[in-house]
């Protein structure tokens, strides 16, 4: 079965962005030893999951070859096969990108059960919130910088129940992120 895994940036207090949506606190550039990194956790993904309000700017933002990205990330992104997680798109918009609707853990399900590599989510918002809520994730790779903003997004919903997490590393980059790898407990 494959492993589902969630990246994500957040702030040292637990955001993964502003009230209004705001990214301008995350640490750039990375260093050499961040890419090393998370070249390393996405060499076993063939297949990305993302929201769809993340979508609508992630597939576009690579697909126009950012400046400062490499061409070998550059050629992943755009190459990774991308599944959209979403009730209101009926087919997707986007060049090798599939949309899935309906029962949420029914599609993680159906995901981690085909044949394939591991799966990797970076969000948006609302589907990182409620994969970490209903226990979807094998793993989560949240990557802490070294700034509080105060308020914002949650990285963790509120569901009226501790979720317990077992730190399997912690590891700090040159350029001041920790990458923290949780895995949660399960009973």
């Known amino acids: 079965m494959r492993t589902f895994k969630l990246q994500l940036q957040v702030t040292a207090d637990g955001y993964l962005?502003?009230?209004n949506g705001e990214m301008d606190w995350m640490t750039l550039p990375?260093?050499?030893d961040m890419n090393s990194y998370v070249d390393a956790l996405t060499e076993p993904v063939d297949r990305i999951v993302l929201g769809r309000k993340l979508a609508e700017g992630f597939i576009p933002a690579w697909a126009s070859r950012p400046e400062g990205e490499t061409q070998e990330t550059i050629d992943w992104m755009i190459g990774t096969p991308k599944v959209v997680i979403s009730d209101s798109l009926t087919e997707s918009p986007w060049d090798?990108?599939?949309?899935?609707?309906?029962?949420?853990?029914?599609t993680v399900a159906r995901l981690k059960a085909e044949p394939g590599g591991d799966l990797i989510t970076y969000g948006g918002a609302t589907l990182a919130s409620e994969l970490i809520a209903?226990?979807?994730l094998d793993e989560l790779h949240l990557f802490v910088n070294p700034t509080a903003?105060?308020?914002g997004l949650p990285v963790f919903p509120d569901t009226g129940t501790y979720q317990r997490f077992r730190l399997v590393t912690?590891?700090?980059f040159d350029c001041g992120i920790t990458a923290m790898h949780y895995e949660p407990e399960r009973s």
């Not at 090798?96 to 029914?106: F, I, K, R, S, T």
């Open 170 to 172: 912690a590891r700090p």
């Open 149 to 151: 903003i105060g308020t």
């Open 134 to 136: 209903r226990g979807l």
């Open 30 to 32: 990375w260093t050499d």
């Open 17 to 19: 962005a502003g009230p």
């Open 96 to 106: 090798g990108a599939v949309v899935a609707g309906g029962d949420l853990a029914e």
